[in-house]
């Protein structure tokens, strides 16, 4: 699995614990290109915070990485990139992003992840990957890469 994330990511990953979760998405930070947007798409409490918690894992971030509901937004500077942790879940438009110059932390490398994208898709750029998250039936967690 560790060797084709990315090709394993585009099949659909199941994992059973937020370990597992946070272990793909350590991976996957360490082989996106620079400088990308990763819009998390999934239901309320699917694990897209704990898919944040593994990227910064793997950037080497050591602080924790929490909910960032009330405060909009996180910024975290690792070793090995910045991320930039953003929850739109209260927002109604990417316009409500004008004025707070997140352009200026994101100095490469790093990466984007955003939770509920489709409230702020005018923000996301065209190449965004996009990863869908889930719970099935059986409660397992889901991951796909579209
Ligand atoms: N396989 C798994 N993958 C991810 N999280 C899991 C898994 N199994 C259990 N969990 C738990 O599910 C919860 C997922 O919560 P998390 O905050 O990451 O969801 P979220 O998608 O960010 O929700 P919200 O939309 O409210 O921000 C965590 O408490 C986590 O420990
Ligand atoms: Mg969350």
Redesign the pocket.
């Known amino acids: 699995m560790a060797s084709n994330i990315c090709a394993d990511l585009r099949q659909g990953l199941t994992?059973?614990?937020?370990d597992?979760?946070r272990d793909i998405a350590s991976k996957l930070a360490t082989l996106v290109p620079n400088d990308t947007v990763l819009a998390l798409h999934?239901?309320?409490?699917?694990?897209?915070?704990?898919?944040v918690q593994g990227l910064a894992q793997g950037l080497g971030i050591t602080e924790p990485v929490t909910?960032p509901?009330f405060n909009l937004y996180t910024l975290h500077e690792g070793p090995a990139g910045r991320l930039l942790h953003l929850?739109a879940?209260r927002m109604e438009s990417a316009a409500e992003l004008d004025g707070l110059m997140l352009e200026d932390f994101l100095v490469t490398p790093w990466i984007a992840a955003i939770?509920?994208p489709e409230r702020i898709t005018d923000w996301l750029p065209k190449n965004t990957w996009h990863l869908h998250?889930g719970i099935t039936a059986e409660e397992?967690?889901t991951i796909k890469l579209q």
């Not at 994992?15 to 937020?18: D, E, I, K, N």
């Not at 999934?42 to 898919?51: A, I, Q």
């Open positions: 994992t059973s614990s937020a597992e979760t999934g239901d309320l409490g699917v694990g897209k915070t704990t898919f909910s509901t929850d879940y939770e509920w998250l397992n967690h």
